[in-house]
């Protein structure tokens, strides 16, 4: 049996969950996510948790037994408490202001970059160089936070560009001079 999958899911009380034979919808005052459930998987809940159980033990079945289970668990995380991603801004002039909704980012281009992020992420700027990224869906702000990175990748000789809170960029040695 999957080490994932077996684990129980402990829901809070603020959660309500429905359970269809095709997904898991989890709702609070803050809004609602859903899950789908996968083929050969079974869902129920049981005194206030939820059990996730296969029904077959083929090979894919096994796959999907912890997958259905952490996504169960991911929208119940980011309904009660949310998720943030948070981006730094290196190098000369680099900076980010507020457009509306979205961003417009300075970063070493001929032109101002704007960026529009997905429905129910929000962006947030500390100062002009911090990026906070947040939102109820675990895969949405982790894609809006990689195409915010994909504007301007960290290189790697000088280290500019945009890059995780705590993420470690290794800087290459340039060319050395040779001398004759």
């Avoid at 989890?26 to 899950?35: M, N, P």
Wanted: aromatic letters at 4%; charged letters at 30%; proline letters at 4%.
């Amino acid at each position: 049996m999957s080490k994932i999958g077996k684990k129980p899911i402990v829901v809070p009380s603020e959660v309500k969950v429905e359970i269809d034979k095709s997904q898991v919808k989890v709702s609070t005052s803050k809004g609602s996510l859903s899950s789908p459930i996968l083929r050969g998987i079974k869902v129920e809940e049981v005194d206030g948790e939820i059990r996730v159980t296969r029904t077959k033990n083929d090979s894919k079945t096994r796959s999907y037994h912890g997958l259905v289970r952490s996504l169960i668990e991911n929208n119940i995380t980011g309904i009660t408490q949310g998720y943030k991603k948070t981006l730094k801004l290196v190098g000369t002039g680099y900076r980010a202001k507020k457009k509306g909704q979205g961003l417009e980012l300075a970063v070493g281009y001929s032109h101002q970059v704007e960026f529009m992020p997905l429905q129910g992420v929000m962006i947030d700027l500390e100062g002009e160089d911090t990026i906070h990224v947040s939102g109820v869906d675990k895969q949405a702000v982790g894609q809006v936070a990689a195409n915010i990175r994909a504007i301007k990748p960290p290189e790697p000789y000088q280290g500019k560009g945009i890059r995780y809170e705590d993420e470690i960029v290794k800087i290459k040695p340039g060319k050395a001079a040779v001398e004759k």
